[in-house]
């Protein structure tokens, strides 16, 4: 009687794992033909930006970023942001560097950060800046590591914490980001919210000096820049 049962039960399960496999293979094709045209209308959009048709870009990226795609939304955020192909309009690409950095792009919290930080086209809000700059900072963004650092080293519209500051430059400084390391050597040199180390910050300062000159960092990202020194801080190039 076990068998019986045994042998009823495998002809269910093999004949529903068919209607599964079905059902999946359904899904799978769906899913192909939904990728498929929106992985064509990425790389026309890619092209022609490259051909420097900013408005056929735009408008792909547009399409894109409307039914939910958080590169897409990045893009063309980056080219409101400058004024690319349309009006210039920070308050329009905030909020499109907002739905982006919602799913998670670490790029478009950064320059959501940025801009909140500057006040620039939108009210000026340091608190929400630093919850931006930390969430891409928590995903290992050496720059927005460092500008979390700077703002809670300068307590520039927030409670100034120098010993989280210090892990951040830390953590910027361990990429090789070079104002990341002055800074965190300037809080060694006068024992703010560390240990007073001189032997290790003279050392940061020296690996500082030489990540410097690579013109590899951007010194002029700090908190007490104006709104449009600030601008060159952010990530302007879309991502193809």
Not at 82 to 102: E, I, K
Not at 199 to 223: I, P, Q, W
């Amino acid at each position: 009687m076990r068998r019986g049962i045994r042998r009823a039960d495998d002809g269910r399960d093999a004949r529903h794992g068919t209607s599964r496999r079905r059902h999946l293979a359904a899904a799978v094709l769906a899913v192909a033909l939904q990728a498929g045209p929106a992985r064509t209308q990425s790389a026309d959009a890619a092209a022609a930006y490259r051909r420097g048709d900013v408005a056929a870009a735009m408008a792909a990226w547009r399409a894109q970023a409307e039914s939910g795609d958080a590169v897409a939304q990045f893009n063309l955020a980056i080219l409101l942001d400058q004024g690319t192909g349309a009006p210039q309009d920070r308050g329009a690409a905030a909020a499109w560097y907002r739905r982006a950095a919602v799913q998670g792009d670490a790029r478009a919290a950064f320059n959501l950060g940025a801009i909140l930080l500057a006040g620039d086209g939108v009210p000026r809000d340091a608190e929400a800046a630093a919850r931006w700059l930390r969430q891409a900072a928590e995903q290992g963004d050496a720059l927005a590591q460092f500008r979390l650092g700077a703002l809670l080293a300068d307590g520039d519209g927030i409670v100034a914490d120098p010993a989280e500051a210090a892990r951040w430059f830390a953590l910027a400084a361990a990429q090789d980001h070079g104002p990341s390391m002055f800074r965190l050597g300037t809080l060694l040199a006068n024992g703010t919210g560390v240990e007073r180390d001189l032997a290790k910050a003279t050392e940061l300062f020296e690996r500082a000096d030489v990540a410097m000159m690579t013109g590899e960092s951007n010194t002029s990202c700090t908190t007490q820049r104006s709104a449009h020194m600030l601008e060159a801080c952010r990530r302007i190039v879309p991502r193809m």
